[in-house]
């Protein structure tokens, strides 16, 4: 069984929290985890059997009367019926603590799901204060090598040059091949488990319960459409007019639908910084495919050497590495200020990313190279004109090991050190 870098955030939650909310997309490894944490005074049922969902859906008090806490309830947000007499229980435990009439409830409620915004916002809206919300993606770099808790969050510093590596270099071929499996822990566990089985299996599960079932959308072959020209498209800024005639459906149908994709976790919206918050709703943001394995199975890359040397090489590698990022942070329980920067003048110039750490911008490029120079960080200068401390940038590629760039503050960082 693999080490997860969440499982300690978990913990740290429990103890602060009645309720933990684990939510992500389908076959991420939520109720793996939970259940490999699971001890023996805990119940687990999970609302995809439809006899308990039932039971959950008109009988609430009744169905937390047959799974008494301790419990771990899997794919909640089929019921959301439940919260209100969760939270009833929380408050009625609570009170009896402060009589001393017993203990104050710490993680009685694990709750998983893969509907996140839809979970989070019925959940925030229930029971406010009395939960703690995790998100959780496919498996870490650092997951799949047997090294999940011993680095923090990523942040470029020149502190890390001296950091002991990772892992040992990769070639650029091997980070394809990472690239184009994907990152979800029964297809990385399984070695013999054919690719192609198990992307199928899961694209019909997603569009039939999540999707059919879930939204009630029966032109499944449409909404399929969307999701292959959404992959395609990963790491481009997001043009609804574009994607609707790919698909060939309307641009409100379009938009519907991707907010159901990032529901469920399968894409990212990564908005443009700004140091006016408001303009970062109004500008167009990045979409960001959250598993590189399945962008690539829908798009129809049939081996990792030829989306090493395919159009979309640079699309992949950058889509990997805003994963990676975002796993540093999510599994270990925080969440990213994470933006991209664009300018508006005429002649356009874009950074990959910029991470905003205690105040201060950390720029990031992202470049398939080996040896990388000053000129890849040369739009590292577009924040000048930013009303903040400029901290030390990062451009990850194809290097060997974390050295510094010259003339920068800013180090050339492996892509498997993340």
Same mark, same amino acid.
Not at 148 to 158: E, I, K, N, W
Not at 317 to 340: D, R, V
């Given at each position: 069984?693999?080490?997860?870098?969440?499982?300690?955030?978990?913990?740290?939650?429990?103890?602060?929290?009645?309720?933990?909310?684990?939510?992500?997309?389908?076959?991420?490894? /939520?109720?793996?985890?939970?259940?490999?944490? *699971?001890?023996?005074?805990?119940? =687990?049922?999970? @609302?995809?059997?439809?006899?308990?969902?039932?039971?959950?859906?008109?009988?609430?008090?009744?169905?937390?009367? /047959?799974?008494?806490?301790?419990?771990?309830?899997?794919?909640?947000?089929?019921?959301?019926?439940?919260?209100?007499?969760?939270?009833?229980?929380?408050?009625?435990?609570?009170?009896?603590?402060?009589?001393?009439?017993?203990?104050?409830?710490?993680?009685?409620?694990?709750?998983?799901? !893969?509907?996140?915004?839809?979970?989070?916002?019925?959940?925030?809206?229930?029971?406010?204060?009395?939960?703690?919300? @995790?998100?959780?993606?496919?498996? !870490?770099?650092?997951?799949?090598?047997?090294?999940?808790?011993?680095?923090?969050?990523?942040?470029?510093?020149?502190?890390?040059?001296?950091?002991?590596?990772?892992?040992?270099?990769?070639?650029?071929?091997?980070?394809?091949?990472?690239?184009?499996?994907?990152?979800?822990?029964?297809?990385?566990?399984?070695?013999?488990?054919?690719?192609?089985?198990?992307?199928?299996?899961?694209?019909?599960?997603?569009?039939?319960?999540?999707?059919?079932?879930?939204?009630?959308?029966?032109?499944?072959?449409?909404?399929?459409?969307?999701?292959?020209?959404? %992959?395609?498209?990963?790491?481009?800024?997001?043009? =609804?007019?574009?994607?609707?005639?790919?698909?060939?459906?309307?641009?409100?149908?379009?938009?519907?639908?991707?907010?159901? @994709?990032?529901?469920?976790?399968?894409? =990212?919206?990564?908005?443009?910084?700004?140091?006016?918050?408001?303009?970062?709703?109004?500008?167009?943001? /990045?979409? =960001?495919?959250?598993?590189?394995?399945?962008?690539?199975?829908?798009?129809?890359?049939?081996?990792?050497?030829?989306?090493?040397?395919?159009?979309?090489?640079?699309?992949?590698?950058?889509?990997?590495?805003?994963?990676?990022?975002?796993?540093?942070?999510?599994?270990?329980?925080?969440?990213? %200020?994470?933006?991209?920067?664009?300018?508006?003048?005429?002649?356009?110039?874009?950074?990959?990313?910029?991470?905003?750490?205690?105040?201060?911008?950390?720029?990031?490029?992202?470049?398939?190279?080996?040896?990388?120079?000053?000129?890849? %960080?040369?739009?590292?200068?577009? @924040?000048?004109?930013?009303?903040?401390?400029?901290?030390?940038?990062?451009?990850?590629?194809?290097?060997?090991?974390?050295?510094?760039?010259?003339? *920068?503050?800013?180090?050339?960082?492996?892509?498997?050190?993340?």
């Amino acid at each position: 069984m693999f080490e997860r870098t969440m499982a300690k955030a978990i913990t740290d939650a429990s103890r602060g929290f009645a309720v933990v909310l684990l939510t992500g997309q389908r076959q991420v490894g /939520k109720s793996t985890l939970l259940c490999g944490m *699971l001890d023996s005074k805990k119940n =687990y049922v999970s @609302l995809d059997n439809f006899a308990d969902r039932q039971l959950a859906k008109t009988n609430p008090e009744g169905f937390l009367q /047959k799974y008494s806490p301790p419990v771990i309830i899997d794919e909640v947000q089929y019921a959301p019926e439940l919260f209100t007499y969760i939270k009833i229980w929380v408050d009625e435990n609570k009170f009896a603590a402060l009589k001393g009439e017993g203990d104050k409830p710490r993680g009685a409620f694990w709750l998983t799901g !893969s509907q996140k915004y839809t979970l989070m916002k019925n959940v925030q809206e229930s029971m406010a204060g009395r939960v703690a919300i @995790l998100e959780m993606l496919g498996f !870490s770099y650092k997951e799949i090598i047997g090294k999940p808790t011993q680095y923090p969050p990523f942040v470029p510093s020149m502190a890390l040059i001296k950091r002991k590596s990772i892992s040992k270099p990769l070639t650029t071929l091997q980070v394809f091949e990472h690239i184009w499996k994907g990152s979800f822990p029964e297809l990385i566990a399984d070695e013999q488990l054919p690719r192609k089985r198990f992307y199928d299996s899961y694209i019909q599960t997603y569009i039939t319960r999540d999707v059919k079932d879930f939204y009630n959308i029966d032109n499944e072959l449409a909404f399929y459409n969307l999701l292959v020209a959404v %992959a395609a498209r990963t790491g481009e800024l997001l043009n =609804y007019d574009n994607l609707a005639t790919t698909a060939r459906i309307d641009k409100r149908t379009c938009k519907l639908w991707l907010e159901i @994709l990032e529901r469920s976790g399968i894409i =990212y919206l990564l908005q443009p910084y700004s140091g006016n918050i408001n303009k970062r709703l109004i500008k167009t943001p /990045k979409v =960001y495919f959250m598993d590189t394995g399945l962008a690539a199975y829908l798009t129809n890359w049939h081996t990792p050497d030829s989306l090493m040397t395919g159009a979309q090489s640079g699309h992949f590698l950058e889509t990997y590495i805003f994963g990676e990022i975002l796993k540093s942070y999510l599994h270990n329980g925080e969440k990213p %200020a994470i933006y991209f920067y664009r300018n508006s003048k005429k002649k356009k110039r874009e950074i990959d990313f910029i991470l905003e750490h205690d105040n201060v911008l950390h720029p990031i490029e992202v470049k398939q190279t080996n040896i990388p120079t000053s000129r890849d %960080a040369g739009n590292f200068t577009l @924040l000048a004109d930013e009303n903040k401390p400029i901290g030390t940038g990062a451009v990850i590629c194809m290097t060997n090991k974390i050295i510094p760039i010259e003339n *920068l503050d800013a180090i050339s960082f492996p892509v498997w050190e993340i």
